[in-house]
T-cell receptor
Framework: AQSVTQPDIHITVSEGASLELRCNYSYGATPYLFWYVQSPGQGLQLLLKYFSGDTLVQGIKGFEAEFKRSQSSFNLRKPSVHWSDAAEYFCAVGIGPSGGGADGLTFGKGTHLIIQP | DAGVTQSPTHLIKTRGQQVTLRCSPKSGHDTVSWYQQALGQGPQFIFQYYEEEERQRGNFPDRFSGHQFPNYSSELNVNALLLGDSALYLC????????????FGQGTRLTVV
């Protein structure tokens, strides 16, 4: 069965500083990879996704992520964070033949991002 | 486009009772998945419905059941509620065909007392 590890439970970053959130997955083949963001009491919003092709993917709100097959990683980055980026971030993997969205996703436990003024 | 809508937003039930949660998928989507998110945890996949049938199921007991209607909307039913069923229940919709991501609703917060 596939699994997702987000090793950092909490990360604190100063506003304007760069950000990298780590995600490692375990799966025998190339998975479909996603990053979602969740504000308190809210649902999940998709930041970006990787299905195939270019290993560096661009998402919304200035986020990007890089798929590294050799490291089984899909780390999320942002060059300069804003106070509004404070939220919970989840990495997820899907293995379905229809592309991951139409089959069950496996989520990591999340990373809580705190932004210092 | 209203996106994925869930009702109710909050619910309080007593242990042993039964509960029904509802979800309307994003316009044009034909597949609905349900997730349970306990406090401080990532969402866990419960099951998925397509063409009014359960297509895939996660590691949840039979107390959790569902239904999908011809208009693609869906219900999640939980019987014999336990305190441990307290969680945010998220519905996600997607398209069965092609490479599409799942869109999530705002969730239903269930508290079992």
């Amino acid at each position: 069965a596939q699994s997702v590890t987000q090793p950092d439970i909490h990360i604190t970053v100063s506003e304007g500083a760069s950000l990298e959130l780590r995600c490692n997955y375990s799966y025998g083949a190339t998975p479909y990879l996603f990053w979602y963001v969740q504000s308190p009491g809210q649902g999940l919003q998709l930041l970006l996704k990787y299905f195939s092709g270019d290993t560096l993917v661009q998402g919304i709100k200035g986020f990007e992520a890089e798929f590294k097959r050799s490291q089984s990683s899909f780390n999320l980055r942002k060059p300069s964070v804003h106070w509004s980026d404070a939220a919970e971030y989840f990495c997820a993997v899907g293995i379905g033949p229809s592309g991951g969205g139409a089959d069950g996703l496996t989520f990591g436990k999340g990373t809580h991002l705190i932004i210092q003024p | 486009d209203a996106g994925v809508t869930q009702s109710p937003t909050h619910l309080i039930k007593t242990r042993g009772q039964q509960v029904t949660l509802r979800c309307s998928p994003k316009s044009g989507h034909d597949t609905v998945s349900w997730y349970q998110q306990a406090l401080g945890q990532g969402p866990q996949f419960i099951f998925q419905y397509y063409e009014e049938e359960e297509r895939q199921r996660g590691n949840f007991p039979d107390r959790f059941s569902g239904h999908q209607f011809p208009n693609y909307s869906s219900e999640l039913n939980v019987n014999a509620l336990l305190l441990g069923d307290s969680a945010l229940y998220l519905c996600a919709s997607s398209l069965a065909q092609g490479r599409t991501e799942a869109f999530f609703g705002q969730g239903t917060r269930l508290t079992v007392v």
